[in-house]
């Protein structure tokens, strides 16, 4: 048997040790996943997004946040965090890049490094367990066949409580989809079938541009500002690569 201290203190001692075992190899365990903040003059709701990209059990993530803001709100905030957690990248752009957010957008993911993408908007909120979830099935996916990665959602209010389901028609079960039906789900349908950027985990390899820039957005080579998210599941879909609902 153990006393209680000494239990307290063994107990103590292994979890750092197992936190220090995926530290050491995440980078061979876990493959880097990237989390995309873009944020223009909300404070309080992105400190809740950052939060809760900061909660993910999965632990190999680097978060990138570009801030458009015209005030300091944010910048002072961030200090703090900057300091606690070096996965946070932090970039302050004294205002605007443009575009409404478009060209914030393109400095994020051309600053990330991870192999997977996902763009949390500023006044979204990621379940716990998201990440990791969606990363199951990816490091299954030996032959690259998936593409995207998403899932059901809630409509929640400003403070935070359930007021109902995103978008009912959507698979209520786990279901993988080809690309073919895909498209033709999202065309037929005319609806956003996958769901808001916030919702997807994506493969960053299928979204590199001729340029060599990796961008959403984009469907055939051409940038459609008022529907890019959609444009993006087409290019995908477009490429062959499948789509996972949860």
């Known amino acids: 048997y153990y006393k209680k201290s000494s239990y307290s203190e063994q107990s103590k001692d292994f979890e750092k040790a197992r936190l220090d075992f995926f530290d050491k190899y995440k980078n061979i365990i876990q493959p880097l996943v990237s989390i995309l903040i873009t944020t223009y003059n909300q404070p309080v709701f992105f400190k809740e997004a950052l939060e809760s990209a900061l909660h993910q059990d999965y632990h190999n993530i680097e978060i990138i946040v570009g801030d458009d803001s015209t005030n300091t709100e944010t910048k002072n905030l961030m200090q703090e965090y900057i300091r606690k957690y070096p996965q946070i990248k932090y970039y302050y752009h004294n205002g605007p890049l443009g575009g409404e957010g478009l060209e914030n957008s393109r400095f994020v993911f051309n600053n990330s490094n991870g192999e997977y993408v996902n763009h949390l908007l500023h006044d979204d909120l990621l379940m716990p367990t998201k990440i990791s979830r969606m990363m199951n099935y ?54 956003n079938y996958i769901g808001e950027m916030s919702t997807v985990l994506l493969r960053k390899s299928l979204l590199k541009q001729n340029n060599g820039e990796f961008l959403t957005g984009y469907f055939c080579g051409f940038r459609d500002k008022a529907n890019g998210d959609v444009a993006t599941f087409l290019d995908i879909a477009r490429q062959g690569k499948q789509c996972v609902f949860l």
Do not use: H, M, Y
């Open 138 to 191: 990816f490091v299954q996916d030996l032959e690259n066949n998936i593409g995207l990665i998403t899932s059901a959602r809630n409509l929640i209010d400003e403070n935070g409580n359930i007021i109902g389901r995103c978008n009912p028609w959507q698979p209520w079960n786990d279901e993988v989809l080809s690309g073919n039906v895909l498209g033709k789900n999202i065309i037929f349908s005319q609806q």
